[in-house]
């Protein structure tokens, strides 16, 4: 090794080399045996023996704690031995943290098939789940994958052969030559995404989409629709009779162990399809891994070759910028890249980038305003520094890169645990004006020894719990949809104002809380960190009765 603290660095290289055999040799065979095995063949005394039950019992914990025992794919000894450098891999990280401040959630990178190297800024965690939005529309395309290579359907079909109740009897000529392909391709033949429009107003979303004008012969016009993906999942439940969440669970989600997906579901009890599936970080590796290796996994064929080729290629043109990684060609809901890349990716940050010619994947999940940016940090980082060639180790970096990838976490308010003047807001409840989420009331427990924030709307109350200094779990209670998990932590930054950051942590999202108190008055300003519309902006005020 490279590294003046040789002896140190062995170690450390024998605790990542015991963390691979952990994974690659635990599953089925007894650990005692394994033990008597190095023990014979090394011929080392008990004391030095005792130490290698040690060490490996903790990679063994550490490989669960790093969520490595979620993935089927091999924890690599160092990056060095799959030619990237630790140094390139912390430089993109620092990278990430300093100039996308607050936004990466999560990564996994993967080389050669085995982990490279992966890290979660807490509260996010490896055994979590996180929202994809459009990624998910991937998954659906792989569906459709499936159910053609299963003689279910063909792209080539037209669309209205599968919703003979739900065409309009007048149905248009440009209608009528819509097909599948189309659907994937997003060149339906729309003048504009109808998505936010239509799914706001209809109770009937497929009836809703085929009664739209369609203004270009499909084919011919690209325009990002995520309806038309909803489209394909409406297909998927219409020739199979199962959901795409249960058509995909034995064909895909299983095999690859992914484990407790969920899919958010339309009216008709329709899985969106465009978005609103939630899985891990390695899930989302493993997706990619799986099309890396053209839809082989443990030996069996998942996803037909032909169509991993197909889906991934520039299946249409939707620009002609070359420095633009949204105008390099669109596949059947796949996005062709730079540098002879493809990808998934969802809004806010969410990324599956296949490098083909490197043999690399890379999963990142975030809560970003500016996900081209994220992509050029990988650029700039990542992509040159994957070698055809195993490197030397490096022992010193990959300390430095294993220090920080165990201590990531996104920031929480600073200021003081107590206002330096007691406001004397604690356990008061303030009675609010009308506003567009109809909390009626709010309380601040902050001398409690569990301090919270009480919401009151007419449906109920809820607790918020939050700590000082760093997150504590709880729930989100939105006006409508479920329960969201979130972890929040509080500060005093004057006399008077109190800030609260609560992550959503399941989601691309945070709140943060600007509470005000004057007498007995207080005023609340919440904003998200991102969102699709001002509604992620609530101003509240009220005062003690």
């Known amino acids: 090794m490279n590294d003046p603290a040789g002896s140190e660095d062995r170690k450390k290289q024998e605790v990542f080399t ?7 040799r635990i599953q089925g065979r007894p650990l005692l045996r394994i033990f008597k095995q190095r023990q014979r063949s090394e011929r080392k005394s008990i004391i030095p023996f005792m130490k290698q039950i040690a060490q490996l019992f903790l990679a063994f914990l550490l490989s669960h704690h790093t969520g490595f025992a979620q993935s089927s794919l091999p924890l690599a000894p160092s990056p060095e031995s799959l030619g990237i450098s630790s140094q390139a891999i912390l430089d993109f990280v620092e990278a990430a943290e300093r100039e996308r401040k607050d936004e ?43 159910a053609q290579s299963e003689g279910l359907l063909s792209i080539n079909d037209p669309v ?26 997003m060149t339906t033949g729309h003048n504009a995404d109808p998505t936010f429009t239509m799914t706001r107003d209809t109770s009937d979303w497929a009836k809703a989409f085929l009664a739209l004008p369609v203004e270009h ?57 465009g978005w609103g599936l939630r899985i891990r970080t390695g899930d989302i590796a493993r997706f990619g891994q799986l099309y890396l290796q053209q839809g082989a996994w443990n030996g069996k064929q998942l996803v037909p070759r032909t169509w991993v080729a197909e889906a ?13 990684d949204w105008e390099q060609g669109y596949g059947y809901q796949f996005w062709r890249c730079r540098y002879n890349l493809y990808r998934g990716d969802g809004a806010f940050g969410q990324y599956c980038i296949v490098f083909p010619e490197q ?28 070698k055809n060639e195993s490197l030397p180790e490096n022992g010193s970096s990959l300390r430095v890169l ?51 924030v009480r919401f009151t709307r007419s449906t109920g109350s809820y607790d918020l719990p939050v700590s000082y200094g760093s997150v504590i779990p709880g729930r989100y209670r ?39 108190f004057s007498g007995k008055e207080v005023k609340i300003k919440r904003e998200a960190n991102v969102g699709f519309n001002p509604a992620n902006r609530l101003e509240l005020k009220g005062k003690i009765d």
């Open 18 to 24: 015991l963390r691979q055999e952990v994974s690659t």
């Open 104 to 146: 990466v959630h999560s990564f996994m990178l993967l080389r050669r098939g085995s982990i490279a190297a992966q890290g979660w800024w807490n509260p996010y965690k490896p055994e979590s789940p996180h929202m994809l939005y459009s990624l998910s529309k991937s998954f659906t395309s792989t569906a459709i994958g499936i």
């Open 160 to 185: 209205v052969k599968f919703f003979l109740d739900e065409t309009p009897a007048n149905a248009s000529a440009n209608l009528k030559a819509m097909r599948v392909r189309d659907l994937l391709r």
């Open 217 to 273: 012969k499909p084919g011919t016009h690209f325009v990002y629709n995520s309806v038309a993906t909803f489209m394909l999942s409406a297909i998927i439940q219409k020739v199979s009779g199962k959901t795409l969440l249960e058509y995909l669970t034995p064909r895909l989600f299983e095999p690859l162990g992914i484990t407790h997906p969920s899919w958010e579901t339309a009216p008709k009890g329709i899985n969106t399809g």
């Open 312 to 324: 991934t290629a520039a299946q249409t043109s939707n620009g002609s910028n070359p420095e633009s």
């Open 359 to 386: 043999d690399a994947v890379l999963a990142i999940t975030s809560g970003s305003k500016d996900m081209g940016a994220i992509m050029n940090l990988v650029w700039k980082h990542l992509l040159p520094a994957m």
């Open 402 to 452: 294993q220090a920080k990838l165990q201590t990531l976490a996104l920031p929480v308010p600073e200021g003081k645990a107590k206002p330096q003047r007691d406001p004397s807001v604690s356990g008061k409840t303030y009675t609010l004006q009308p506003n567009p989420e109809g909390i009626t009331a709010v309380q601040f427990n902050l001398a409690s020894k569990t301090p919270s």
């Open 478 to 516: 939105a006006p409508i949809g479920p329960e969201e998990p979130a972890a929040s932590a509080y500060a005093w930054t004057s006399g008077d104002t109190l800030l609260i950051r609560s992550y959503l942590h399941e989601t691309p999202y945070y709140h943060e809380y600007k509470v005000v």
